[in-house]
């Protein structure tokens, strides 16, 4: 668990830390572009004040035109004016005149020569003047629709101009928000993850700090367990020295041992013996090596191929050792109904037959094996007990204190409950170690899932940024995180009932 945790953490980190430099580049670009805008808003701004400079000149010109157009306007009325004073003039004096002399007069001065002439002229003037103010009519009209046009012309382009840089700038603004959000939620998530694997370590390391307080216990204990078989073989090398009970007791302790040595050697026990410290000195060694790799040493696979291999060596040492439980078993019922074992009972202690191929002389031969038989004994029991110490350490932390009994010494009911407590026992790790492996199984595949979306998601940043189209991908990794934060709390929540669930029923599901 705790090796799976600290390679999702590599990954996660590696992938987190590549999508947040991603990120920052596509944020550096959006600036750049951002400020490539504003500098070109500017410049338009600049070329509208130019403009509304060139409109306030030709208005400036408009204004000077309208005010020679009416000097020339006043200049030709006060000239009409004078001119009709002098006709009027010249028609009074005509007037009187013919007032004075007589009526055939207006008629001639009418038309008398100079008078057609003066007309004309001044007819011709007037029409000189209309003529010059109707095209400086027009001139001014011109120019105020030429400034119009391009006052108009001018303010719409650079109105389309500023909107659609606006519009650009909120849709780059709006897309750079969006990716913020995003890598906020990323980051939260990551922090969420970080969590988990510190809390995970430190469950790690108080779990390791216990089993070395119950291998520091284990190690006093094995002292002792010395201590005490080398003051019984000082009290078997010292016989006489004792009471006659005790002697009694080690002679019958003796013999029960000589005959169970006898029955293992005829039926071949040492090899299984050799082969099952093998086994477990090999078992042992890459526990240990578990233990010291760490939880970054091995990924989620290898984790649950090791997890299988210890799964199939443990069945088969405990096949072995059942098999040789029941020999061991059977030969002690055949050895205590035989009439020839009473006998032997009844009479020095010593068989007087032994098993096809093995023929035994003396009592030091009978010491050799039987020493032999029981240091081999005491080793296979040492490895099982150090083996069930480990797995009651990780799997069944209340196991009761009469798993830990020796064989020897015991009867035949006591073997019994002895051997039905153990079975209980190797169900229990069994049916937990298929959950563990199942929880292992789950949590690879959404860890596969998670760098698959997390892959997908990094592939390019800067296009998810840029892309305005892109929002549909964001709202379904948003989803595909909150099914990921989802499935870790559904497995907590599962840890967690599996903890508080009675022992009785974890019992009746261990026997379904």
Known sequence: ???????????????????????????????????????????HARTICIMEERLVNMAKQLSDARAEALLLR?????????????????????GISHFGWNHDAPVLLNNAPETVKLRNAVKAIREGETAELTRLRGQV????????????LACEEHKVEAEAAAERNRRLQSQLDEARLHLQQLTAATKVLKRTISEQNKAFERTQAVAQGYHD??????????????????????PTSKSPSCRLESLRRQEELVRLGITCQGERHGQTIAAQ??????????????????????????????????????????????????????????????????????STGTPDRLPTGLQVKGK??????????????????????????IFGRFFAKSTTPTLWRSWLGI??????????DRQQFARSVAHKLSLLIGQLKRNASVIQSYEKRLASLSVNPLRLVRDYEISPLLK?????????????????????????????????????
């Open 1 to 43: 668990m705790n090796t799976r945790a600290g390679v999702v953490t590599n990954v996660r980190g590696v992938a987190n830390g590549g999508t947040v430099n991603k990120l920052d580049e596509g944020e550096e670009t959006l600036s750049r572009e951002l400020e490539s805008h504003k500098e070109l808003i500017r410049q």
């Open 74 to 94: 006043k200049e030709n009325h006060e000239r009409n004016s004078q001119k009709t004073v002098r006709s009027l003039g010249l028609q009074v004096d005509i």
């Open 141 to 152: 009209a011109a120019a105020e629709a030429r400034i119009s046009d391009a006052a108009s």
């Open 217 to 238: 216990a284990l190690v006093s204990e094995s002292a002792k367990v010395a201590s005490l078989q080398l003051e019984r073989n000082q009290d078997s090398v010292q």
């Open 277 to 346: 410290r093998i086994a477990l000195g090999d078992l042992r060694q890459r526990l240990h090596q578990l233990a010291a790799s760490g939880p970054r040493g091995l990924t989620p696979n290898n984790l649950i191929s090791l997890e299988e291999a210890h799964r199939r060596e443990i069945l088969n040492l405990r096949r072995q050792l059942h098999e040789l439980h029941s020999r061991l078993t059977n030969a002690d019922a055949c050895v205590s109904a035989s009439p020839q074992s009473r006998s032997q009972k009844q």
């Open 364 to 389: 030091d031969a009978h010491k050799i094996s039987l020493k032999a038989i029981i240091e081999a004994l005491q080793a296979t029991e040492r490895d099982y007990f150090e083996l069930l110490v």
């Open 411 to 420: 009867s035949a009911e006591e073997r019994n409950q002895l051997k039905k």
């Open 476 to 512: 379904e990794n948003i989803l595909a995180l909150d099914e990921i934060h989802n499935s870790a709390e559904a497995m907590e929540k599962e840890k967690n009932r599996n903890k508080t669930k009675p022992s009785n029923e974890r019992v009746s599901n261990d026997a379904l």
